[in-house]
């Protein structure tokens, strides 16, 4: 079946400008992560959604970055006011809901900030 | 605060040259512990889950073990396909998040 889907795979923007992130997740999957990978770090939790409720958002590095999710589909991750410390790749995943521990990561979608 | 640790921090095999990718943890009630496959340009391909001290799983050329501190991630005669970043995460009970290592980069000459 199909598997987790990004959009875009890549963007580059200005400092300063707003971007949006969108995510996919695997049909069914009812929890669904966002993680942030910059170059020569590991992957760092950003948040988790259950369903359309985030439980989880302890890893949002400030109020410049936001996520929703639709139902138990769609999610968006907005950052505002873009800083060039923003760059990295950012990465989804979808786990089913009686067995969270497992996470399907989707392919990124790597942002630049110039 | 939950740490993982992986080493080294890259390797360099010969085809057939066997070898282990370490991962050391600390976390508080391990829930499970992740091994993924990352090739350059895409998302973390998940490979095994771990739940308890003794459990090993195997796919292939690959066998992940786990104790109490560590996994090891044992990689039998490897193929230049096998080249890739390994990253482990561990998941504490109550969490859903993974933390993750920075990963090995294994690179298997032909």
């Known amino acids: 079946g199909a598997g987790v889907s990004q959009s875009p795979s890549n963007k580059v923007t200005e400092k300063g400008k707003d971007v949006e992130l969108r995510c996919d997740p695997i049909?069914?999957?009812?929890?669904l992560y966002w993680y942030r990978q910059r170059l020569g770090q590991g992957l760092e939790f950003l948040i988790y959604?259950?369903?359309?409720?985030?439980?989880?958002k302890s890893g949002l590095p400030s109020d410049r970055f936001s996520a929703e999710r639709t139902g138990e589909s769609v999610s968006t991750l907005t950052i505002q006011r873009t800083q060039q410390e923003d760059s990295a790749v950012y990465l989804c995943?979808?786990?089913?809901?009686?067995?969270?521990?497992?996470?399907?990561f989707g392919p990124g979608t790597r942002l630049t900030v110039l | 605060e939950d740490q993982v640790t992986q080493s080294p921090e890259a390797l360099r095999l010969q085809e057939g040259e066997s070898s282990s990718l370490n991962c050391s943890y600390t976390v508080s009630g391990l829930r499970g512990l992740f091994w993924y496959r990352q090739d350059p340009g895409k998302g973390p391909e998940f490979l095994f889950t771990l739940y308890s001290a003794g459990e090993e799983k195997e796919k292939e050329r690959l066998k992940a073990t786990l104790t109490k501190k560590e996994s090891f991630l044992h990689i039998t005669a490897p193929k230049p396909e096998d080249s890739a970043t390994y990253l482990c995460a561990v998941q504490q009970g109550g969490s859903e998040k993974l933390v993750f290592g920075k990963g090995t980069k294994l690179t298997v000459n032909p």
């Open positions: 995943a979808s786990s089913h809901g009686t067995r969270q521990g497992t996470q399907y």
């Open positions: 959604f259950q369903g359309n409720s985030a439980p989880d």
């Open positions: 049909s069914g999957h009812t929890a």
